[in-house]
C-alpha cells in the first residue's frame, strides 16, 4: 500500500518539505504573454474553456516588473505563514511563447533571493531546445531547480479536437522526452471530467503519463467560464457536466493507474465564483479533496494500485502461468 505520511497518494506538500528541508510555497508571476492558438499562429479563440483571464486569477498586474511581483507576494507569505523558501512560478498563458530575448530576460529576473525553483507552465508545442538549453544553464549559474508543467488535459485526440487544443498528443509526447533530457521536472496538467471522455481515457490518460515517466501531475475539474465558446455549449445543452460523485471515482482511478512515484500537485482546481457560470458544483475545493481522500481510505485502495502494466506485462504474466 502507497503511504505518504498516511495519505494514498504521493502528495505534493510533503515531496516539497522533503526535497528542500521545509515547507516551500508557489508565488505566482504574470508576464504580457498570449497562447498560438490564440493570436492566429495556429488557431483563434484559444481552448474553448479557457477565458480572456487565461488560468491565473489570484496573480498581480504584469505592468509590474516580475522582480516586483515576487517581492510583494514574498512580503505577504512571509508574514502569514513565516515561510522563506519560494518557487516562482510562471504561470498564466503559454510563458515560452515569447522571443527567447525576453523569455531570457524574465527568467533572469525571477532568479532572486529565496527562490529555489522556477516553475514555467507552457504548451507542449512551445517548448523547443534553444528555451531548454538557456534553462540548463541558469540553473547551474543560480543553482536553481527548473520545473515545466504541461497543458495536456487528456490524450483523448477527439476530446483535444473538441475543446481546441490546437495540439494533439504527438507534442506532448515530443515535449516531455526533451524535458527529461535535461533532467528537469515535468508535469502534466489534466482535465479529468471532459463531457467527451470516458473512463477509459481516465485510465489511459495515467499510463501515457506514467510510462513517460512525467514527475508531477496536476488534476483539474471542468469549469465553465463566461464569455467562453464552452459557455454557449452549455447554455445550449451539448453537453454535460458528470456528478462530483462520478469526478471523485474518476480521480481514485486515475491515481490507482498512476505510477505512484508520480507526485500529485493537487486533486481538483478553483477557480472564482464570479467569473463561472459552474465551478466544482458549488461545493468548496477542499470539501471535495477530502472527501476523495476518505473514500480512498473507505475502498482501502492508493496510488499505483494498478501500476503493473509496464516492463512487459504480457511476459511477466507468461512466466507466471508456466
Not at 521545509?22 to 490564440?38: A, D, F, G, H, S
Not at 511581483?69 to 505577504?76: F, G, H, R
Not at 498512476?258 to 470539501?287: C, D, H, M, Y
Request: proline share 2%; aromatic share 12%.
Amino acid at each position: 500500500m502507497f503511504d505518504s505520511e498516511k495519505k494514498r497518494y504521493n502528495v505534493y506538500s510533503k515531496y516539497l518539505k522533503k526535497k528542500y528541508g521545509e515547507k516551500v510555497y508557489k508565488l505566482p508571476v504574470n508576464i504580457p504573454v498570449t497562447c498560438p492558438n490564440r493570436d492566429g499562429t495556429i488557431g483563434y479563440g484559444g481552448c474553448i474553456f479557457c477565458g480572456e483571464e487565461g488560468a491565473g486569477f489570484e496573480i498581480l498586474s504584469n505592468a509590474l516588473s516580475v522582480s516586483d511581483q515576487l517581492k510583494t507576494n514574498m512580503e505577504y507569505i512571509r508574514k502569514k505563514y513565516n515561510t522563506h523558501k519560494f518557487i516562482a512560478y510562471f504561470q498564466n498563458f503559454s510563458n515560452t511563447y515569447l522571443s527567447l530575448d525576453k523569455f531570457k530576460s524574465y527568467i533572469r529576473e525571477a532568479c532572486v533571493d529565496n527562490v529555489v525553483e522556477i516553475s514555467i507552465s507552457t504548451r507542449p508545442d512551445c517548448v523547443s531546445e534553444e528555451y531548454l538549453l538557456f534553462l540548463d544553464e541558469i540553473r547551474r549559474e543560480k543553482n536553481v531547480e527548473i520545473s515545466l508543467e504541461l497543458g495536456l488535459q487528456t490524450v483523448n485526440y477527439h476530446s483535444l479536437i473538441k475543446i481546441n487544443r490546437g495540439h494533439t498528443l504527438a507534442e506532448f509526447i515530443d515535449a516531455v522526452l526533451r524535458i527529461r533530457k535535461y533532467n528537469f521536472v515535468s508535469c502534466a496538467h489534466v482535465i479529468l471530467n471532459l463531457p467527451w471522455d470516458l473512463t477509459e481515457d481516465v485510465i489511459e490518460t495515467a499510463k501515457i503519463i506514467s510510462a513517460l515517466e512525467v514527475n508531477q501531475v496536476k488534476l483539474h475539474s471542468l469549469y465553465i467560464v463566461k464569455g467562453t465558446a464552452m459557455e454557449k455549449m452549455y447554455l445550449q445543452g451539448d453537453f454535460k457536466i458528470i456528478s462530483v460523485e462520478e469526478y471523485i471515482d474518476r480521480v481514485i482511478l486515475f491515481l490507482e493507474y498512476l505510477n505512484p512515484q508520480i507526485t500529485v500537485q493537487r486533486l481538483i482546481g478553483r477557480a472564482p465564483e464570479e467569473n463561472t457560470l459552474f465551478v466544482n458544483w458549488g461545493i468548496s475545493w477542499w470539501k471535495i479533496r477530502d472527501k476523495i481522500e476518505e473514500e480512498m481510505e473507505k475502498r482501502n485502495t492508493y496510488q499505483g494500485k494498478h501500476f503493473d502494466y509496464l516492463n512487459g506485462k504480457a511476459l511477466q504474466k507468461w512466466a507466471i502461468e508456466r
